[in-house]
Nanobody, 115 residues
């Protein structure tokens, strides 16, 4: 059974930083492309960043230049380092992977950027 478990998010002041982690089990992690998405109530979930099994990375929108996605295959973990956070980054963040035609998601973790 594939499971993804995000670390706890939290409350961060504008301009601050936060690192999320996601531990994956039930699959051969090193073979999986991984990603982070986020969702604000009332809006669709949106892709933030992704990293392939070959370590190629992709960032979307405002994440570019502020967020860094990385992975540690020895720990079955994908990370999202978020710097210079803005109130607009407030959302529930989900890690995910896709195996064949099915998407797998973590339970989500709340990140709130506020003074």
């Amino acid at each position: 059974q594939v499971q993804l478990a995000e670390s706890r998010g939290g409350l961060v002041q504008p301009g601050g930083s936060l690192r999320l982690s996601c531990v994956v089990s039930g699959t051969i992690f090193r073979n999986r492309d991984m990603g982070w998405s986020r969702q604000v109530p009332g809006k669709q979930r949106e892709l933030v960043a992704s990293i392939s099994s070959g370590y190629s990375t992709n960032y979307v929108g405002s994440a570019n230049g502020r967020f860094t996605i990385s992975r540690d295959n020895a720990k079955n973990t994908v990370y999202l380092q978020m710097n210079n956070l803005e109130p607009e980054d407030t959302a529930v963040y989900f890690c995910y992977t896709k195996i064949l035609t099915r998407n797998y998601w973590g339970q989500g973790t709340q990140v709130t950027v506020s003074s």
